[in-house]
DNA sequence: CGCAGTTACCCAATCGTTTGGGTAGCGTGG
DNA sequence: CCACGCTACCCAAACGATTGGGTAACTGCG
């Protein structure tokens, strides 16, 4: 029991104030202001004749001839790696909700982690004249948001941070060390990281995170043990293949910074014939939803990623209302599953290699 | 108080215009006409002056202005179950490419598959007037695209069909069909289904599909064999459980519709004691980038997803300019893997081990 | 009764772009 | 010499919403 919508041109101000033989800037009034300035603008009786009518003819404001007027599009521009990467995906959820609620529209686009095609997304984003960015993508050292800076655009950072610029992102350094006693409490004193891309926080930070803590407990990691890859499974597999065929023996226990990764690490361990959470323990990050649900399922450290992406709206929108804002990082929660379960997965590796 | 920032106004027609001392008009021709128009708009050097300096002073066009004039925004809304699963993901990866080359934004929404919320975000869509709708979340018997065509709403469905209506998919018969084949020919004659959704296309297309061919193969298939799930790791493992807890007997290979749900059942199949690829088979569908990484690799049917995005952006194109356009029905292929490969592999897996 | 204050409106300019319709000035053909 | 057709522009009216600035009519007060 909604609009008319035989099709033709949408209703207009005009058309409403036509039919109630009022003035267009009467009805604008009554129409989007809150009561506030509504007070002057019209009688009660009137505005709920407008209010009727434009419910009626399913009234709804032309967004382009609005922000002609205001220079405001109410809507954002978000860029991610790539959307078929599960976090961001479920960031990108968390934006969308947060954003519809405060009445944005969102444009999202894919950088593919490429510089220059994140600068390219990013003008195509400012052509739209967006009323601000939320970058999900940016590389340690990026020059981008130096030059978004420059120009006074309002953006922030989701998922990886930048230091000196609002981010929301999880707090991947306590991430990285939740792991690192996970692991050593349950008896590991081998280990290894898959870390990562180099150009991402997220990636350094857990990665970190996870080295200073081992060294604290008076772990021992050489740089042999840590090994960059993609994020993606395949990244995962190769890093795994690289520690598996070291000389040095293999490690007791690999932390993954992500799930996929994780996972494509547990097809090499597999494929070494060794079992993963009794002969190598394999813990994730994320705790995407594929983790517990796996043949195996995997450890993992949870990041709040809807949440990330709802903060990540507020936080812009507290940007483009001028305001001085700090950024935030999410707090993580491990979950221990059966990929690193327990004291006894060292042992009866011993056990099967002795 | 208002704390704007310094940020300066983008480049207009005019102050191009008036630095160049000519009209607006004249620099509007020049700038968007393929040289048609352009013709007998200006002088080929006046022409040279106008696009050199919008190019050095970054003039881009207001979008919402100009839409204002012409009716058209130059942008698709396209609705999706939801981004996080990566198949629509990747779908919406090939509606970008595709919409960004034909100088088209796109916004888009998650519906999860909640008939209210796919109207709404339909809704807002509209209210944003996008030229036109790519809906990847269409249900069987779904009024929305009725309602649509009467509002003469140009659109055209992705990832899923509906009878009638113009639309961008795998063909999903067939990709049951080879799955069928593919199970027959390896010897299984107990097998089941994990539907998927009774609601889509895609689950409907492929279970038939296998069904179909199973029974003209000679199989038997009953309707305790066919067990509705949801799409995702947890719906698949629910449903395997189902299987493995019937009392008549259980299969000796299992076809899910979807690479997550057939996750799912690898781990319920697991947790039963039992070995995926040695004591049932599994195969799935989509060929994620996970299936092939997988410990155990996982058969599965590779659709091409990115294509059936760039494909729906085409059939919308085509749909905007008031063609009469055929729904497309793109090939999938089956890849074999561990998880349904035979005896074979299960032979050299116990050789590994022993 | 006069005047200030309030209510409930209307008016018109404006945002940046597009586009149908001029027109001045020149060249050409008859 | 005039009619005509080019070329290379200019002009102005939209498109729909917003908003600062009116103003007529009424109310209340002294």
Known sequence: ?????????????KDLA???GIHPSTVSRVLHSTSEIARGAASSATAERVRKLARERGYSPDPGAASLRTRRTKAFGVIVPRLSDLVLATMYEGVEEAAAEARYSTFVMNSHDNPEEQRRKAEIMLARRVDGLILGDIHAG???????????????????RYPGFPSSTCDDVVGGELVADHLWDTGHRAVAVIAGEPFA??????????RDRW?????????????????????GREAAETLLARRGGIPTAVFAVNDFAAIGAMGAIRSHG?????????????????AAQLPIPLSSVRSPMLEIGRRAVELLRRVIAGEQVES??????????????GVAAAASRDALVG
């Open 1 to 13: 029991m909604r609009a008319e919508g035989t099709g033709r041109q949408p209703i207009t101000l």
């Open 18 to 20: 036509a039919e109630l």
């Open 142 to 160: 990026s020059e981008l948001v130096h030059e978004l800076q420059a120009r006074s655009i309002p953006f922030v950072l989701m998922s990886r």
């Open 201 to 210: 926080s997220t990636a350094l930070d857990r990665t970190s995170g996870f």
């Open 215 to 235: 060294l604290d407990l008076g772990g021992r990691i050489s740089d042999a043990d840590i090994v960059w890859s993609r994020f993606d499974t395949e990244g």
């Open 274 to 290: 060794l079992t993963v959470g009794q002969d190598i323990a394999v813990v994730g990050f994320n705790d995407t939803s594929l």
């Open 328 to 341: 935030l990082r999410l707090k993580p929660e491990l979950f221990i599953r059966e990929s690193s379960a």
